[in-house]
Nanobody
Framework: QVQLVESGGGLVQAGGSLRISCAAS????????MAWFRQAPGKEREFVAV????????YYADSVKGRFTISRDNTKKLVYLQMNSLKPEDTAVYYC???????????????WGQGTQVTVSS
């Protein structure tokens, strides 16, 4: 069992940066792949980034590649999403999720946080 709590969301101007975090509880955290998804108003939830259990492998959606960086600290049970060069279209609720492998389909993930709002103003 893994519980996830996101934090660090907020309002930022276009071109700015923000780092959001996901704190996990549970013994099995280091065995899970961790991902970030986002959902904008009126849109379906979409994949953003994923990192494998060790942090040695990452994968990004084309829309954020080169701007966002996912990382994790297994000793602290934290996952981060560093977001640079933010655009208004990045505005969404961002969710972290834990799953058995580095996949992009949300239904494959077992545990979810409650989400944190990121708003990018133009």
């Amino acid at each position: 069992q893994v519980q996830l709590v996101e934090s660090g969301g907020g309002l930022v101007q276009a071109g700015g940066s923000l780092r959001i975090s996901c704190a996990a509880s549970g013994r099995a955290f280091s065995s899970y792949a961790m991902a970030w998804f986002r959902q904008a108003p009126g849109k379906e939830r979409e994949f953003v980034a994923v990192i494998n259990w060790s942090g040695g492998s990452t994968y990004y959606a084309d829309s954020v590649k080169g701007r966002f960086t996912i990382s994790r600290d297994n000793t602290k049970k934290l996952v981060y999403l560093q977001m640079n060069s933010l655009k208004p279209e990045d505005t969404a609720v961002y969710y972290c999720a834990a799953g058995p492998s580095t996949v992009t389909e949300d239904w494959r993930y077992d545990y979810w946080g409650q989400g944190t709002q990121v708003t990018v103003s133009s």
